[in-house]
Each structure stands twice: as C-alpha cells, then as structure tokens.
C-alpha cells in the first residue's frame, strides 16, 4: 500500500505563492493533487511516470505539478493564488496503468494540508 504525506499548506494573501509537497513510499504510474472544500472535490493536476501533465482549467498556467524521483516527493508549486484556492490539498495515488480525472481509482490518499488564500 503506497503511504502519501503532504506538507507545505499555510495562509497566504491573493496573489502569493506556495508549493506542496508529498513523500511517498513508492510511486504509481499517475499521481495526483486534489483539493476538498466543503460539499467538493475537484482534481487539480496529474502527472505519470512518463512526466505527461494535465491540469484543472481552473488552475491551469498557475499550478505546476512534478516529482522528484531521488527524493520520493511529488510537488505542486501554486503562484498567483486566489481565494478561490482555499481548501484542503491531497496528493493521492492511482492504481491503475492510467490517469482518471475524477477520483475513482486513486486508492492511496494523504492525510491533506490546508491551504487558505485572503483577498
């Protein structure tokens, strides 16, 4: 079972930047960020083991998800944050040879961290 912890939350204003990380044990094929708010989860950014991305459009050209593979640590660099950014932040795993934009087939999830963006 791949064990997923994220660091890296905190408060921010509009306009600032954080970056998120996720230790894992071992790495899938397609890893991913996905963000809870109350009454939603929406997946944010993905990424395989090929290094193929793809984003929310609500994120996109803001977040920029990668991976280290020396350090066994999945990243999301977040810029130019929005309040809309606000919600808990969870790195999840997929268990299958491909990635799903919604969260069916992410088995292995972390624990979250928050993020909260003030206007």
């Known amino acids: 079972q791949v064990q997923l912890v994220e660091s890296g939350g905190g408060s921010v204003q509009a306009g600032g930047s954080l970056r998120l990380s996720c230790a894992y044990t071992?790495?899938?094929?397609?890893m991913g960020w996905f963000r809870q708010a109350p009454g939603e989860r929406e997946g944010v950014a993905y990424i395989t083991t090929g290094r193929s991305t793809a984003y929310a459009d609500s994120v996109k050209g803001r977040f920029t998800i990668s991976v280290d593979n020396a350090k066994n640590t999945l990243y999301l660099q977040m810029n130019n944050l929005i309040p809309e950014d606000t919600a808990m932040y969870h790195c999840a795993a997929h268990d299958g040879n491909f990635c799903s934009r919604g969260s069916n087939g992410y088995t292995a999830w972390g624990q979250g961290t928050q993020v909260t963006v003030s206007s």
């Open positions: 071992y790495r899938t094929y397609c």
